[in-house]
C-alpha cells in the first residue's frame, strides 16, 4: 500500500526557512517521479518542485533560487527546503508520487497518483 506522510510544516516569519520531508512507505520509490505542490485556501493546488526517476529537477518559477527538492533513497524520503519565505507562501503543502517512470519532472497534479496527507505552512509578515 502506497503511503506519503509529510512532516516539518509550521509558523515561521516572512524571511524566514523550513524544510519539508515526506517519508514514502510501502514500495521502494527510489525511480518513483515526485512533487510538492501547494493548496492556499480558496485557490487551485499548485506545483512546486518535482524530481523525476532519474534525478531531473524542476521549480515553479515562483520559487526558484529559494527552494530545493531532493530525495534519499535510502531512506525513502523526500525533501523539500524553502527559504526567504513570504506570506503569500502560506498554504498547505503535499507531496505526491507517481507509479509511472518518467525522465521528466512532473509539476501538475493530475500526473500523480498518490498523495500525501499535507503539512500546513503559514508565513507571517
Known amino acids: 500500500q502506497v503511503q506519503l506522510v509529510e512532516s516539518g510544516g509550521g509558523s515561521v516569519q516572512a524571511g524566514g526557512s523550513l524544510r519539508l520531508s515526506c517519508a514514502a512507505f510501502?514500495?521502494?520509490?527510489?525511480?518513483?517521479?515526485m512533487g510538492w505542490f501547494r493548496q492556499a485556501p480558496g485557490e487551485e493546488r499548485e506545483g512546486v518542485a518535482a524530481?523525476?526517476?532519474?534525478?531531473?529537477?524542476t521549480y515553479a518559477d515562483s520559487v526558484k533560487g529559494r527552494f530545493t527538492i531532493s530525495r534519499d533513497n535510502a531512506k525513502n524520503t523526500l525533501y523539500l527546503q524553502m527559504s526567504s519565505l513570504n506570506a503569500e507562501e502560506t498554504a498547505m503543502y503535499y507531496c505526491a508520487a507517481s507509479p509511472r517512470f518518467s525522465l521528466r519532472p512532473l509539476l501538475l497534479s493530475n500526473e500523480y497518483n498518490y498523495w500525501g496527507q499535507g503539512t500546513q505552512v503559514t508565513v507571517s509578515s
Open positions: 524530481i523525476s526517476s532519474v534525478g531531473r529537477l
Open positions: 510501502g514500495y521502494d520509490y527510489s525511480d518513483w517521479p
